[in-house]
């Protein structure tokens, strides 16, 4: 009998806790999992006294399903999501629903999108973040893939999403193929850069400031109630002044040496490999490979020479931190917009960037308030084409000019290693000169390899000359490796 709204492959905690968090808005869940056991298991537990149902197979699953079927996965990543597709094929139906919530990576889902569109089945990748928290209480949800799929699982999603303060589902629709897994992963790779803003502004506080963990928290805490206003800066006011049991902060008893999964690295060479300089998402890898070379570290601070450095007075300081964080933050999502931009271009999906920022305003890692006014820029300007552009973000960076340099300058000149808050800088430096020493490079280029060149004058006709006076003018057939 056809009972239920939807169904759900994968009873780890993830998959367990989003069955709940339906069945707690009303909708009536069929849950399946590869170990039986594990069904029986949660039917008799956490499920108790719901309307949760279970299937014993994947045919069980299919006939309990109202259509258009809906079946969502939370399985491991890779071949056995491949897998489920393949077994549930010959019990669906033209016009039925799979979605893969799992941590795929998005070429997989673009794939996937393609080869069930061809057998008029629906697929749906969807990023879901917020842990096993969110997924239980309210996840942001960013499914993309096969526009069709949408009105249908739309009211599951967003009843089941994390709510902005305003109240609006923290879940829209991203967009096609695998641009929702796409969107999901330029998130983690944001999380990475938020993060290690954050840990360069503690750093220049303690070393640069000489302030305690109680002040740092403090000023955390002031932050928290303006325009920084967002869930890493809250949890970091909570853990500077997280104590140990003898009293003294616990975080300073933290090894540091950071470790990574791998989807700030995937945002990363993605971005390589488009060619779009997210800068500060590759600074804050690069930070946390870095930090895990402590025992070179702990010889290098005793071989290499640093400058004398003096406390500065914090007093006229703090504001300054906080406008270089709050700068240095607007370039580095301006930067993952751009990413995603070009990726939309590469692949021809049609993204939905003002619905992007609602998603991550709420539920997951990144939620701050600040991404009300990029979902502002974007409902403005859908076609913006670079968040610095929007009228507010133009201003609030020429306000936090003088304070950003500030600030750099200062971590420079005490020797306070600042990677993503000065790429920062740079980057907003570069994008707003109209003329980069790339001309003397191209003529590098020309003069050693035959790589020909541009003139300003005349773009679009590549010119070699011959520098040297010596070995003909051949030129290198021209390539854009
Ligand atoms: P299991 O309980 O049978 O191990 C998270 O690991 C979820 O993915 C679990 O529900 C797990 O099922 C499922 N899973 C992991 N690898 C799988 C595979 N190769 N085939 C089917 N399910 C798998």
């Given at each position: 009998?056809?009972?239920?709204?939807?169904?759900?492959?994968?009873?780890?905690?993830?998959?367990?806790?989003?069955?709940?968090?339906?069945?707690?808005?009303?909708?009536?869940?069929?849950?399946?999992?590869?170990?039986?056991?594990?069904?029986?298991?949660?039917?008799?537990?956490?499920?108790?006294?719901?309307?949760?149902?279970?299937?014993?197979?994947?045919?069980?699953?299919?006939?309990?399903?109202?259509?258009?079927?809906?079946?969502?996965?939370?399985?491991?990543?890779?071949?056995?999501?491949?897998?489920?597709?393949?077994?549930?094929?010959?019990?669906?139906?033209?016009?039925?629903?799979?979605?893969?919530?799992?941590?795929?990576?998005?070429?997989?889902?673009?794939?996937?999108?393609?080869?069930?569109a061809e057998k008029g089945i629906l697929f749906v990748g969807s990023g879901v973040s917020g842990g096993e928290e969110g997924a239980r209480f309210g996840p942001s949800l960013m499914p993309g893939g096969n526009p069709q799929a949408w009105p249908f699982i739309k009211p599951i999603f967003q009843?089941?999403?994390?709510?902005?303060?305003?109240?609006?589902?923290?879940?829209?629709?991203?967009?096609?193929?695998?641009?929702?897994?796409?969107?999901?992963?330029?998130?983690?790779?944001?999380?990475?850069?938020?993060?290690?803003?954050?840990?360069?502004?503690?750093?220049?506080?303690?070393?640069?400031?000489?302030?305690?963990?109680?002040?740092?928290?403090?000023?955390?805490?002031?932050?928290?109630?303006?325009?920084?206003?967002?869930?890493?800066?809250?949890?970091?006011?909570?853990?500077?002044?997280?104590?140990?049991?003898?009293?003294?902060?616990?975080?300073?008893?933290?090894?540091?040496?950071?470790?990574?999964?791998?989807?700030?690295?995937?945002?990363?060479?993605?971005?390589?490999?488009?060619?779009?300089?997210?800068?500060?998402?590759?600074?804050?890898?690069?930070?946390?490979?870095?930090?895990?070379?402590?025992?070179?570290?702990?010889?290098?601070?005793?071989?290499?020479?640093?400058?004398?450095?003096?406390?500065?007075?914090?007093?006229?300081?703090?504001?300054?931190?906080?406008?270089?964080?709050?700068?240095?933050?607007?370039?580095?999502?301006?930067?993952?917009?751009?990413?995603?931009?070009?990726?939309?271009?590469?692949?021809?999906?049609?993204?939905?960037?003002?619905?992007?920022?609602?998603?991550?305003?709420?539920?997951?890692?990144?939620?701050?308030?600040?991404?009300?006014?990029?979902?502002?820029?974007?409902?403005?300007?859908?076609?913006?084409?670079?968040?610095?552009?929007?009228?507010?973000?133009?201003?609030?960076?020429?306000?936090?000019?003088?304070?950003?340099?500030?600030?750099?300058?200062?971590?420079?000149?005490?020797?306070?290693?600042?990677?993503?808050?000065?790429?920062?800088?740079?980057?907003?430096?570069?994008?707003?000169?109209?003329?980069?020493?790339?001309?003397?490079?191209?003529?590098?280029?020309?003069?050693?390899?035959?790589?020909?060149?541009?003139?300003?004058?005349?773009?679009?006709?590549?010119?070699?000359?011959?520098?040297?006076?010596?070995?003909?003018?051949?030129?290198?057939?021209?390539?854009?490796?």
């Open positions: 009998m056809a009972t239920a709204d939807i169904g759900l492959i994968g009873l780890a905690v993830m998959g367990q806790n989003l069955i709940l968090n339906m069945n707690d808005h009303g909708f009536v869940v069929c849950a399946y999992n590869r170990t039986q056991a594990k069904v029986d298991h949660f039917l008799a537990n956490e499920a108790k006294d719901s309307q949760i149902i279970g299937a014993t197979s994947i045919e069980d699953l299919c006939s309990k399903l109202k259509r258009p079927r809906k079946v969502m996965m939370l399985v491991k990543a890779g071949s056995a999501v491949d897998s489920f597709i393949d077994q549930l094929l010959p019990f669906l139906e033209q016009g039925d629903i799979i979605i893969d919530g799992g941590n795929s990576h998005f070429p997989d889902s673009v794939r996937r999108a393609k080869t069930l009843a089941i999403a994390a709510k902005a303060p305003d109240g609006a589902p923290c879940c829209d629709w991203v967009g096609e193929e695998g641009s929702g897994h796409y969107v999901k992963m330029v998130h983690n790779g944001i999380e990475y850069g938020d993060m290690q803003l954050i840990c360069e502004v503690y750093q220049i506080m303690k070393e640069g400031l000489g302030m305690s963990s109680d002040e740092m928290a403090d000023t955390f805490e002031e932050w928290n109630k303006g325009k920084l206003d967002s869930f890493l800066i809250e949890i970091t006011r909570d853990i500077l002044r997280f104590k140990d049991e003898d009293g003294t902060a616990l975080v300073e008893k933290i090894r540091d040496t950071a470790g990574q999964k791998g989807t700030g690295k995937w945002t990363g060479i993605d971005s390589l490999d488009r060619g779009i300089p997210v800068s500060l998402i590759g600074e804050a890898v690069y930070a946390r490979c870095l930090s895990s070379l402590k025992d070179e570290r702990t010889r290098a601070s005793k071989i290499l020479v640093g400058p004398t450095s003096q406390v500065v007075d914090k007093s006229d300081f703090l504001d300054a931190l906080g406008e270089a964080l709050y700068a240095a933050k607007i370039v580095s999502y301006a930067q993952g917009f751009m990413l995603m931009r070009q990726a939309a271009s590469d692949y021809g999906w049609n993204l939905n960037f003002a619905g992007i920022a609602l998603m991550w305003r709420g539920g997951c890692i990144i939620r701050s308030a600040f991404l009300g006014k990029i979902k502002d820029a974007y409902t403005v300007n859908p076609s913006l084409e670079n968040l610095l552009f929007d009228p507010f973000f133009t201003e609030a960076t020429a306000t936090a000019q003088s304070a950003w340099r500030k600030v750099i300058a200062m971590a420079v000149t005490q020797g306070i290693p600042t990677p993503a808050l000065s790429t920062s800088l740079n980057f907003y430096d570069g994008l707003r000169h109209e003329m980069l020493p790339a001309n003397l490079l191209q003529a590098q280029r020309d003069y050693f390899g035959a790589h020909t060149y541009e003139l300003l004058s005349n773009p679009g006709t590549h010119i070699h000359t011959n520098w040297t006076g010596k070995g003909g003018n051949v030129s290198s057939t021209n390539y854009d490796a």
